[in-house]
C-alpha cells in the first residue's frame, strides 16, 4: 500500500487520491431492539457547506422535512491542518454547540478515543449514547428516506408517494447500477482528476469522467430518463448526482481541471435537468431544498483553498466566473435538450 497521506495532503505518495472507508456504519431504525431508534431532537448532523457528500445528507434532511427532527451543526469549510474546525467563519458555529469543541477530530474521539481513520463529515451524531451512529453519507441518506417517517405527515412518507420515494423497490437495480459507476468516475472522479499530482493519475481519472458525462447525457435523452434520472419523480440517482453537478462548472471545470467540457455548454439534457433541480419552485419538492442547500461562492473558494493554490492567511483571488453561477430555468441557448 503507498504511503498514508497527513490530514492536510489528497494524494498518496503515488500520485493518487484514494476515498478513505467510513468507520461508523450503525443504522437509525425503528425495530424493537434498534440502538439508534428514530426520535425528534436526539440526533445531530454534522456537515460543512463545502463538501459535496456533507452536502447530500443535508440535501436528504430538507426533502425529507426533517429540519426540526435531526439539528444540523456546520463547521468551516477550510481544512487545516488539524482537520475542520469550528470558527464563526464560513457558515461555521463559533464552538460545537453541543460539548464547545473547536475541532471536529474532539468529536470523533469523544465517539471512540482510538479512533484512527479520518475525520470527516458528514458525521450523525447521537445526543443520547454520546457516539457517531454513522459518517458514510451513502448510508446516512438512505437512513433519512423512512427511518423518522413514523414523525413526519403522510406526503413526506416514502409509502405514501406516488413515485414509491427516493428509492423504490422496482428502480433498486438500475439505481445502484448508475450509484456504481457515477460514484467511481464522477462523484469521486472529479477529486481523484483535481487531487492527482502527477500527469499519469490526472489523464488516468480525467477521460472515464466526460466519458461518465457523455453517457448521462445519452441516458437523458433515452424514453423514461427524463426530466429526472428515473422519469417523472427524483430518487437517490438525481440527489447523488446533483451535488457534483452543482459545482461542475463553477469549480471542477477550473479548479480542479476538469476542464474538456462545460455542462452548460456541452451538455443540453444534463443542464437542464440540473437546472430543473435547482430552480424548482417547491412545487414538486420540499420548499427549494435543492437551491437552499447550495452555496456558490464556497464551492469557488473552497475548493480553490482546498487544492493548495491558497495558502491559510494568504490573500488570494477567487475566479468570478462563469457568470451567472447558474442558467436561468429557460436559457435558449440549452433547451434543445427535452
Ligand atoms: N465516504 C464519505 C466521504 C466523506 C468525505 O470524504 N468528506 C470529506 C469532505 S468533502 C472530508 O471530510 N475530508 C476530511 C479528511 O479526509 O480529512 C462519505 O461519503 O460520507
Excluded at 476515498?19 to 439508534?36: A, G, V, W, Y
Excluded at 443535508?58 to 463547521?75: A, M, T, Y
Excluded at 466519458?211 to 430518463?225: A, I, T, V
Excluded at 457534483?244 to 476542464?259: E, G, K, L, P, S
Amino acid at each position: 500500500m503507498p504511503e498514508k497521506a497527513p490530514i492536510h495532503k489528497h494524494a498518496d505518495a503515488d500520485g493518487q487520491f484514494r476515498r478513505k472507508r467510513s468507520q461508523f456504519r450503525d443504522s437509525i431504525s425503528s425495530s424493537p431492539d434498534s440502538e439508534f431508534p428514530p426520535e425528534k431532537d436526539r440526533y445531530a448532523l454534522y456537515i460543512n457547506q463545502g463538501c459535496p457528500w456533507a452536502h447530500r445528507a443535508n440535501l436528504v434532511r430538507s426533502l425529507k422535512g426533517l429540519e426540526s427532527i435531526i439539528q444540523l451543526i456546520v463547521c468551516d469549510f477550510e481544512l487545516t491542518k488539524e482537520g475542520w474546525l469550528f470558527t464563526g467563519r464560513n457558515g461555521s458555529d463559533e464552538k460545537d454547540p453541543l460539548y464547545g469543541f473547536t475541532r471536529m477530530q474532539d468529536l470523533y474521539k469523544k465517539a471512540d478515543p482510538e479512533y484512527e481513520g479520518r475525520f470527516t463529515v458528514p458525521a450523525l451524531w447521537d445526543k443520547k449514547a454520546e457516539t457517531i451512529v454513522n459518517n458514510e453519507s451513502s448510508e446516512i441518506i438512505r437512513m433519512f428516506y423512512s427511518a423518522f417517517d413514523e414523525l413526519l405527515p403522510e406526503h413526506l412518507r416514502e409509502d405514501g408517494k406516488p413515485g414509491g420515494g427516493f428509492y423504490p423497490e422496482k428502480l433498486q437495480k438500475e439505481i445502484d447500477a448508475m450509484n456504481d459507476w457515477v460514484y467511481n468516475t464522477v462523484n469521486n472522479g472529479v477529486y481523484k482528476t483535481g487531487f492527482a499530482s502527477t500527469q499519469d493519475a490526472y489523464e488516468a481519472n480525467l477521460y472515464p469522467l466526460f466519458e461518465s458525462l457523455d453517457r448521462l447525457e445519452k441516458h437523458l435523452g433515452e424514453p423514461g430518463h427524463h426530466p429526472y434520472l428515473f422519469g417523472e419523480y427524483i430518487t437517490e440517482a438525481d440527489i447523488r448526482l446533483y451535488t457534483t453537478m452543482i459545482r461542475f462548472d463553477v469549480a471542477y471545470y477550473n479548479i480542479f481541471m476538469c476542464n474538456l467540457k462545460m455542462i452548460r455548454h456541452d451538455y443540453p439534457r444534463l443542464s437542464r435537468w440540473l437546472r430543473n433541480l435547482y430552480w424548482d419552485g417547491g412545487k414538486t419538492l420540499n420548499g427549494h431544498a435543492f437551491k437552499d442547500t447550495v452555496n456558490f461562492w464556497t464551492y469557488k473558494y473552497g475548493y480553490l483553498r482546498a487544492k493548495g493554490r491558497a495558502e491559510p492567511d494568504a490573500k488570494f483571488v477567487v475566479p468570478k466566473g462563469p457568470v451567472p453561477d447558474i442558467q436561468p430555468l429557460d436559457d435558449d441557448e440549452v433547451t434543445n435538450g427535452h
